[in-house]
């Protein structure tokens, strides 16, 4: 069974400019969460989708938005990047939000640079 | 709100020492779950154990054992015989069963374990 890929691995930008972000579950399964991991603020959780809705979100500016598709792939969209948002962002999936307490299986991680 | 803390930032051990590492964590949930995750330099999270909170036996698996007390609120992790392989971060986590939590996890700050040869 293949793991949670997220395309692309690297990508660097400047500030100003925006990114989207990729990444597809594991198969079967139908949410996906997103993390920011910064040395400063470590992992914080940013959203979470499932069926296509966005079920929690986490305390970040407007910026940082994300969606879902049917067949359970999702993208998390910045805007407007600021140097702060260097970062590796990290993507996790698990059957659903009702398996509560669930595994969540995490991705290889893309890594944003801002310049 | 939850809160984890992982209060050793750093641990450096040689070889075949045994070592463990801290875990406490705040919620006001009654139904909670903890994870213990590693974080090699490549930087995936690679899932090493779940605990319920109505399960406090301890858990053994090879060379990883975990406490959980939760009379002290702790989830601490043991490597008994490190190896070189074991060095990475290691983050614990939790999850609250509340309706509006979903999946979401809490990580603590996580721990530099470094074994030596």
């Known amino acids: 069974k293949a793991g949670v890929t997220q395309t692309p691995r690297y990508l660097i930008k400047t500030r100003g400019q925006q990114v989207t972000l990729s990444c597809s579950p594991i198969?079967?399964?139908?949410?996906v969460s997103w993390y920011q991991q910064t040395p400063g603020q470590g992992l914080q959780f940013l959203f979470e989708y499932f069926s296509e809705t966005q079920r929690n979100k986490g305390n970040f500016p407007g910026r940082f938005s994300g969606r879902q598709f049917s067949n359970s792939r999702s993208e998390m969209n910045v805007s407007t990047l600021e140097l702060g948002d260097s970062a590796l962002y990290l993507c996790a999936s698990s059957l659903g939000p009702r398996t509560i307490g669930g595994e969540q299986f995490f991705g290889p991680g893309t890594r944003l640079t801002v310049l | 709100a939850q809160k984890v803390t992982q209060a050793q930032t750093e641990i450096s051990v040689v070889e075949k020492e045994d070592v463990t590492l801290d875990c406490v964590y705040e919620t006001r949930d009654t139904t909670y779950y903890l994870f213990w995750y590693k974080q090699p330099p490549s930087g995936e999270l690679v899932f090493l154990i779940r605990r319920n909170s109505f399960d406090e036996q301890n858990e053994i698996s090879g060379r990883y054992s975990w406490n959980f007390q939760k009379s002290t609120s702790s989830f601490n992790f043991t490597i008994t015989a490190s190896q070189v392989v074991d060095s990475a971060v290691y983050f614990c986590a939790l999850s609250e069963a509340g309706e509006t939590s979903g999946s979401r996890l809490t990580f603590g700050e996580g721990t530099q374990l470094t074994v030596n040869p």
């Open positions: 198969s079967g399964h139908r949410s």
